[in-house]
């Protein structure tokens, strides 16, 4: 398995993930598995095959995060020499000529992308598009609604 590009910030807040599933969330499932055996008959007791799911799902979740942590190559940000491309973790800040609107993105992992905070895939459309660009280069990003043209106004490492 090829190692996978992660942030500092994204391996942090995975570790943060893991721990809380691991010594919070693990335990309330065996406490409710417990409680729900205590009450008898588990082949119709609802309570405890919900437990039991939830347990599987978190067990599962807690596989996935521990393999993508396993698999990392965290990258720095702050320490890259791009000359002055657009890079893996760099924050960019464009301007959609089409609707005249401002817009920043940064590019991070799989794992850690998260549009509520601006935050897109390495692999997105978006960051593919963008990916070698400079200062004033269009980037025309293909949407399920068309091509979109941006123009990169700024780019940071942070």
Known sequence: MSATPITAKGVEKLRAQLRQLKTVERPRITQAIAEARAHGDL???AEYHAAREQQSFTEGRIAAIEAVLANAR??????????????FGATVDLLNLDANEA???????????DMAH???SVNS???????GKELGDIAEVRAPGGVIEYEIVAIRYV
């Open 43 to 45: 082949s119709e007791n």
């Open 118 to 120: 601006r935050q897109v």
């Open 103 to 113: 817009v920043s993105y940064q590019i991070v992992g799989e794992e850690e992308a």
């Open 125 to 131: 459309p978006i960051a593919r598009a963008l990916i």
């Open 74 to 87: 965290v990258i720095d940000v702050s320490t890259i020499d791009s000359g002055g491309r657009v890079v």
